[in-house]
């Protein structure tokens, strides 16, 4: 039986004043993000420029995780403040990028923040597509953002492999570029998976894998372009979600996944299924993402937080067309 995370005790978000995101265009121009129940989808809404992000720290206040306070360290409010939370709403960025954020209320004031589970740019305008009202299976945490789900076999220096949850620090990883790496720390997170947070399936085969690899939507695939070549390398590292057809590459939604990543002295290559993709790249942005106990942690032992991105191109949506994408698919065993 596999072994159960159990909750923080406490992490971190980001939360924008209701006000600083506003419908532009539609049924409720002028009107803050506020409850589905009054939300009206086809609304567009766009983050105000100079809106800035407030540290919103959380704790469960007792068994129930939609059950929420304020815990120290927060930017809003005091320690002990109930939080509610409201609604979720699903926005659309205008190249496709869904952002789910979730409406919630700070008790002590009735004021209503915004908090975002992706980041949302200034000046952009996002279209409502659907909210709901049942916000209790969403737990706010800070999801690490290039993991692996349990289960996913990891290539060995000695040709084995081994399910990510029974690697720990100091085991030794082969990577595309150096070669046997120790593992220098193991990131764990146990969320819902809906939305945002639902995992992306590589089914058997698609890119030379003899299992489905089963990934977290932003972290991203490694492939190394023989042929026709998107950007101006031969090596591309492309978002997980990016690669979805709704055929061999799927997003999976329900019940509950465990992600795992590993981070290494260097921002690696590693073989998960046999497909080359990345390790978690630990820098500033990446740790401020982080679980504040976690976060400490790896500064703890990545002091200064220089890490920089493995050499390549990186494949975003605009790069990846229908026909770019189908080339890639089609051309399995890449290494």
């Not at 972290?219 to 090596?235: K, M, V």
């Not at 500033?284 to 976060?295: G, Q």
Request: one cysteine or more; aromatic letters at 6%.
């Amino acid at each position: 039986m596999p072994d159960v995370l159990r909750p923080l005790p406490a992490h971190m978000a980001h939360a924008y004043e209701a006000e600083a995101l506003r419908v532009v265009s539609g049924a409720n121009l002028g009107d803050p993000i506020t409850v589905a129940a009054l939300c009206e989808p086809g609304d567009i809404y766009r983050l105000s420029s100079g809106a800035v992000p407030r540290k919103l720290m959380l704790r469960p206040e007792g068994s129930d995780p939609a059950s929420l306070c304020i815990a120290e360290g927060s930017e809003i409010g005091t320690p002990g403040d109930a939080v509610a939370l409201l609604s979720v709403l699903t926005l659309m960025a205008p190249d496709g990028d869904q952002v789910e954020t979730v409406y919630v209320r700070h008790d002590a004031t009735r004021l209503g923040y915004a908090l975002p589970l992706s980041p949302m740019a200034p000046r952009t305008d996002y279209t409502l597509i659907s909210s709901r009202g049942d916000a209790g299976d969403i737990r706010i945490t800070d999801v690490i953002c290039t993991s692996f789900a349990a289960g996913t076999m990891i290539s060995l220096p000695g040709g084995a492999q081994r399910p990510i949850e029974a690697l720990a620090p100091g085991d030794e990883v082969l990577t595309r570029d150096h070669g046997a790496q120790p593992i220098r720390w193991v990131g764990k997170a146990t969320v819902r998976a809906i939305g945002g947070f639902a995992p992306v399936v590589i089914a058997a085969g698609t890119l030379g894998n003899l299992a489905d690899l089963v990934v977290s939507p932003h972290h991203r695939i490694f492939i190394y372009q023989r042929g026709r070549r998107l950007g101006n390398t031969a090596e591309l590292l492309v978002q997980a979600r990016y690669l979805v057809d709704g055929d061999r590459v799927e997003r999976r939604e329900g019940g509950f996944v465990d992600y795992r990543c590993l981070v290494f002295d260097r921002h690696e290559i590693i073989y998960a299924e046999g497909i080359p993709a990345e390790s978690l790249m630990v820098n500033e942005a990446t740790v401020s993402r982080l679980p504040p106990e976690l976060a400490d942690e790896v500064r703890a032992r990545f002091p200064g937080l220089s890490q920089s991105q493995h050499f390549g191109t990186e494949a975003g949506r605009e790069m990846l067309d229908d026909a770019a994408r189908a080339a890639i698919l089609n051309r399995p065993g890449r290494r």
